[in-house]
């Protein structure tokens, strides 16, 4: 058995570049209804299909957002992209979360349809907003030091653009006025085209259709001895696979006594229910027998991601 991963062979969920064509002018498709059902049929506790056990190659990558920030991997592990979307004219987007508490486990993502008209327009006011010109800092140099940063990274006509800026430098304007658009190619040009990946259904209408769960198709799990505050009453969940927390995936770059690794395929499925039932902070056993408790992190693995445990590991030898 492969000692970084469950699987026995791990499918990386790679950043496929590949060329997306259209443009403003485009015969927009009909509206889309809500998203067909992702890959899994069966569900799990919070209401999101189980994994499928045979996950199909994703699609290329048409534009991804993410935020980073100047802070050890380690302490972004769960930090979910802002959007994604994907050629076959899927949005991924981080579903709200319920105000409950303890919260889930596992942050929940929503998926949509986008029409081919609306992946263009999304070009279109990229290209219109001066982002498509070969520069690539719209920071302005002013961010806050340790701030976070916004990363915008897009594939257009085959080519790849991987762009960083504030999103805090949005024209202000007072109330009652109209705001005038920001010149193209600048930090607040970049910081107004960032708002709006927020709020699909403003920007693109009928070109975007209903959201549901997305039902991944692996996991990456990060597990140490804890949780380091666990809620009172709240009793331990049993690991439901066979593979000791002691073997799980790889140590961590800057906390040995943390272990990352990715599962896929039926170690998914088998997983997953026991996943999305679990809340956040809630300590986890090998087995009913067992006392020792440890904690675990969970990100769901998005198109685009790669593999999450990558950047935290001691590399396999």
């Not at 059902?37 to 299909?49: D, E, H, L, R």
């Not at 486990?105 to 008209?117: F, H, I, M, Y």
């Not at 107004?192 to 990946?197: G, K, P, S, V």
């Not at 666990?230 to 272990?259: C, H, S, Y």
């Amino acid at each position: 058995m492969d000692r970084r991963h469950l699987a026995p062979g791990l499918v990386v969920f790679g950043l496929i570049l590949a060329a997306c064509s259209g443009s403003a002018g485009s015969t927009p498709s009909p509206s889309p209804p809500g998203p067909t059902a992702t890959p899994g049929s069966s569900p799990v506790p919070s209401g999101v299909p189980a994994p499928s056990a045979a996950p199909t190659p994703e699609p290329a990558v048409v534009l991804r957002a993410t935020e980073t920030q100047a802070i050890l991997p380690v302490h972004r592990f769960g930090w979910l992209p802002v959007l994604i979307i994907t050629a076959d004219g899927r949005a991924f987007q981080p579903a709200p979360v319920p105000a409950i508490f303890p919260g889930p486990l596992v942050p929940q993502v929503d998926v949509r349809l986008v029409t081919e008209a609306g992946i263009a327009r999304i070009i279109a006011d990229a290209r219109g907003a001066g982002l498509l010109s070969g520069e690539t800092d719209f920071t302005g140099g002013t961010g806050m030091m340790g701030g976070k940063q916004a990363r915008l990274q897009l594939t257009v006509d085959g080519v790849s653009y991987d762009l960083v800026g504030d999103p805090t430098r949005l024209v202000r304007c007072d109330p009652g006025t109209r705001c005038p658009n920001p010149a193209p190619g600048t930090p607040e040009a970049f910081a107004a085209f960032w708002a709006r990946l927020a709020d699909l259904d403003g920007w693109l209408a009928s070109e975007v259709g209903r959201g549901t769960g997305y039902a991944p198709v692996a996991f990456s799990i990060l597990v140490g001895l804890g949780p380091a505050d666990p809620v009172p009453g709240l009793g331990p969940m049993v690991w439901p696979v066979e593979v000791r927390f002691a073997f799980f995936g790889d140590p961590v770059i800057t906390d040995t006594a943390l272990r990352c690794g990715t599962v896929t395929g039926q170690e998914a499925q088998v997983l997953g229910p026991s996943l999305y039932k679990a809340k956040a902070n809630q300590p986890w056993i090998e087995s009913p027998e067992m006392s020792m408790s440890y904690g675990v992190t969970v990100r769901p693995v998005l198109p685009g991601d790669g593999d999450p445990c990558a950047e935290l590991t001691v590399p396999a030898e």
